[in-house]
Nanobody
């Protein structure tokens, strides 16, 4: 059974940082591209970042380039999203996803507000 468990969200002031984690189980983690999505209130879910199975290739939506970094630890079956210089527009529920599969965790709320 595939499980994705996100953690690390919270309330942070503009300009602050958070590190999200997603612990994965139930599938061959090191073989799969992983991604982070986010969904803000009243908006559709948006792809934020992807990372190749061995971590050599990453991609980001334009709005987070230079501020967010996706990484993974295949020994721990975990994918991370380091978020720096956070803005109010980054407020959303963040989800990790196994690319190409309809597998989702419960998400973790990120709120950027003063």
């Amino acid at each position: 059974q595939v499980q994705l468990v996100e953690s690390g969200g919270g309330l942070v002031q503009p300009g602050g940082s958070l590190r999200l984690s997603c612990a994965a189980s139930g599938f061959p983690f090191s073989r799969d591209v992983m991604s982070w999505y986010r969904q803000a209130p009243g908006k559709e879910r948006e792809l934020v970042a992807t990372i190749s199975n061995l971590g050599y290739n990453t991609n980001y939506v334009e709005s987070v380039k230079g501020r967010f970094t996706i990484s993974r630890d295949n020994y721990k079956n975990t994918v991370y999203l380091q978020m720096n210089s956070l803005k109010p527009d980054d407020t959303a529920v963040y989800y990790c996803n196994r690319m190409g599969y309809d597998d989702w965790g419960q998400g973790t709320q990120v709120t950027v507000s003063s």
